[in-house]
């Protein structure tokens, strides 16, 4: 194939990966709408899966990917029977479509689609069992509908449920409507006479700029010669009379420039605003990039704990940054989590309650003031457990017992997001470790938002996320600490003030503020960023502080001036600065200069680790102090050289035990603060050592992590009766995270 021909099926293979994203979206979403809708939707929703298979056969055909065509005439063939009521799809092979769509949208890179891991193999994989359900014809059942819900899962979950709960959310490349160019076809066209107009102000200026200068020669000239003359004095006087009218005459050019210049320019800024916001615009997506994956997810997250959960949508339309899309990926899917796993309750307790087997989570978007959008997640499930809340928080020295009993149901909200909480009884894969929610708000922090958190116990939770709907500008706060300047977004400002030496109180060798009756934390910007300019103190006069609020926590920093709030364009740091801690971006001032952009989250975060005097905490000796005694039962001498050369390279004294038994004689002759343990082990196995460890009167507080290459969700469910701390499998197996779960159980 010659070079231009080359060129053309890439640019045709481009256009294709955007229509399949939309078919596979469109199928994925139906098949969902399909598993929870009622009779009378299905006809409607099986023409359009039929249309979706149909139309994108025919488009992978047109760019050569045989993989995907014959995927497609598979799927084809399946809705068509279905149509013809010659088939009808059990559980099982709903789940093999859903498989199918996966392995499609590998095959056709198509962006903001969950995709199957698994290459060749998994494509003849899921062609085979598509081909088979067309072979099978209807089910054994005979079932009186196109699909019956799924029975709970008896297979092990997806190997990467990552994959399914990342989507790539936004492509290269993005669809402009033909109104939106014919807008900014026109602000251009406005720019065309406003160009005109300065030009021609340009001119008269460059004419009157020639006609000074020549004047101005000729007066020196002039004055030269009266000088010289005897019978100067009147000439000199009419000279200057005629020089008065000339300087008139320039005066009243110039102020008639000025105001046209003005007049110029307040037409070009407004249609610079007009343009930069129809541009601004253009970029932005519709909600459904973020929010049609989604139901997928809830689905095979739901499937892998037993239970049954429906996701309904409004708000698809409403478009967003592309860039703050982005960001809310992560916090919803977290959200969406937190849902299943904490909220919606199993069928089987559901029905107990009066509630439908099936669980529902809506997801909304909507426009606010002020440019804002406003994403809410709810579900109808059990609620926050206050009292789990408070005695998580107590255990993790967050608030005193004595504080817990005071708690107004807003703060017991408030202590959902703090790192490391959680109310889960065993630590897995998927939850346990209390940084779901934690993440959720620093993300949303970090963009300038808000997340506030409503529930009724037994009833439901409703998290709702407002973030700007546009990154391109926001106010900020320009201050200046040690000789340079910074911006802090208005959105993450409290309040700013000044305070004197006197008035600055030290607690636990920090300086702190008293606010509103409440201790604020007191730090130098400057000893936070690790500026080596001056650091500028007067002697006994008040210094300005700016306080701001991110990941939850208020923090007080110590600056040379606050300069004042001005609008900001931000800017990237560009690829070869991709993070940046305490720095998100940049701007440029009005004199020309790069001011950075403070990332507040950073910024909090960073505080802590500053003393009162200064220099930054030492890091190694806060690991040397989490060093503890662990005891390691494993059989497999390689697994068990394995996770003690981890747990030692954390700082650890390990103890090694070949079986559980083994373990169990060691925990009775010596002291850990602890349990490292296989499952599957001679003699005794996991579940029987952590029995045994939950029986004992001395050891029953010992904290107990179970390593198991079994994966399913009764085995998991079996770690947490016997009283498991942790469940850890091994296929996602992790160096970082068992010593991150390590020090958490510690």
């Known amino acids: 194939m010659d070079d231009k021909k080359e060129r053309f099926l890439a640019r045709l293979r481009e256009t294709f990966r955007v229509e399949a994203a939309e078919h596979i979206a469109g199928m994925t979403s139906s098949l969902i709408t399909l598993e929870n809708g009622d009779d009378a939707e299905r006809a409607a929703i099986v023409e359009q899966v039929f249309r979706n298979a149909h139309s994108l056969k025919g488009a992978a055909r047109s760019v050569s990917l045989d993989g995907a065509e014959a995927l497609c005439g598979e799927l084809e063939s399946i809705f068509a029977a279905i149509k013809r009521k010659e088939l009808f799809l059990s559980a099982e092979n709903l789940d093999s479509v859903h498989s199918a769509l996966g392995v499609l949208a590998t095959l056709c890179d198509s962006p903001g689609i969950p995709a199957s891991p698994g290459g060749d193999g998994a494509q003849q994989q899921a062609l085979a069992a598509l081909i088979a359900i067309v072979q099978g014809g209807a089910d054994e059942a005979g ?260 504080r817990a009993v005071e708690l107004t149901e807003a703060e017991i909200s408030g202590l959902v997001f703090h790192s490391g909480l959680t109310t889960s009884p065993i630590i897995t894969d998927l939850s346990g470790r209390g940084l779901g929610l934690a993440i959720v708000r620093d993300k949303v922090d970090g963009l300038g938002g808000s997340v506030i958190v409503n529930f009724i116990p037994g009833a439901g939770t409703v998290f709702q996320l407002l973030a700007p709907v546009s990154l391109a500008t926001f106010r900020g706060v320009f201050v200046e600490a040690g000789g340079s300047r910074f911006v802090i977004p208005t959105a993450n400002v409290v309040c700013v003030g000044r305070v004197k030496p006197e008035k600055v109180r030290t607690v636990e060798n920090r300086e702190t503020l008293v606010l509103d009756e409440r201790p604020v934390s007191l730090v130098s910007l400057r000893n936070v960023l690790e500026l080596s300019g001056p650091d500028r103190r007067t002697n006994g006069g008040a210094r300005p502080w700016v306080m701001v609020r991110a990941a939850g926590r208020q923090v007080a920093f110590l600056v040379d001036e606050v300069l004042g709030e001005e609008e900001v364009v931000a800017k990237g740091l560009g690829a070869q600065l991709t993070r940046v801690r305490n720095v998100s971006g940049v701007s440029v001032s009005g004199s020309g200069g790069v001011v950075p952009i403070l990332n507040v989250v950073d910024l909090v975060e960073s505080a802590s680790m500053v003393r009162a005097t200064g220099p930054r905490e030492d890091v190694a000796d806060a690991h040397s102090r989490r060093a503890a005694r662990i005891l390691i039962a494993e059989d497999s001498i390689t697994a068990r050289t394995l996770v003690k050369s981890i747990l030692e390279s954390g700082g650890h004294e390990v103890v090694v035990a070949v079986d559980g038994m083994d373990a169990y004689t060691k925990l009775k002759n010596d002291s850990f603060d602890l349990v490292v343990t296989d499952v599957d082990m001679p003699r005794m196995n996991g579940f029987e050592l952590t029995a045994r460890i939950r029986a004992d009167q001395k050891l029953k507080e010992l904290p107990v992590v179970l390593v198991t290459a079994l994966d399913s969700r009764e085995d998991r469910e079996y770690g947490i009766e016997v009283g498991a701390n942790a469940y850890i499998v091994k296929t996602d197996f992790d160096q970082s995270n068992l010593l991150e779960i390590v020090r958490r159980l510690l």
């Open 143 to 402: 079932a009186p509908a196109a699909v019956r819900p799924p029975a709970p899962p008896q297979a092990d979950p997806p190997e990467d449920l990552g994959a399914v709960a990342s989507p790539k959310v936004v492509s290269d490349t993005v669809r402009v409507s033909a109104q939106k160019l014919g807008a900014i076809l026109l602000e251009a066209e406005e720019l065309t006479g406003v160009k005109i107009n300065a030009l021609g102000r340009a001119l008269e200026i460059r004419a009157l700029a020639r006609d000074i200068a020549g004047w101005d020669r000729r007066r020196v000239r002039q004055v030269a010669r009266l000088s010289r003359s005897s019978e100067g004095t009147a000439d000199v006087f009419a000279l200057l009379e005629s020089e008065v009218l000339h300087t008139r005459a320039i005066e009243n050019s110039l102020r008639r420039l000025a105001g046209l210049a003005r007049r110029d320019a307040l037409s070009l800024g407004s249609v610079a605003e007009r343009l930069l916001e129809d541009l601004r615009d253009v970029l932005l997506l519709p909600c459904s990039r973020l929010l049609d994956p989604l139901p997928m997810i809830v689905r095979e997250l739901a499937r892998e704990q037993g239970k049954e959960a429906e996701v309904v949508i409004s708000g698809e339309d409403v478009e967003i940054d592309r860039r703050v899309l982005d960001e809310l990926k992560d916090p919803l899917i977290h959200l969406l989590r937190n849902c299943v796993d904490h909220g919606i309750e199993a069928p089987d307790v559901r029905r107990a309650l009066g509630k439908p087997s099936r669980g529902i989570i809506s997801i909304s978007a909507e426009q606010v003031e002020g440019r804002r959008i406003r994403l809410t997640v709810a579900d109808d499930g059990s609620g926050i457990d206050t009292d789990l809340i408070k005695e998580s928080a107590v255990r993790l020295g967050i608030i005193g017992a004595d």
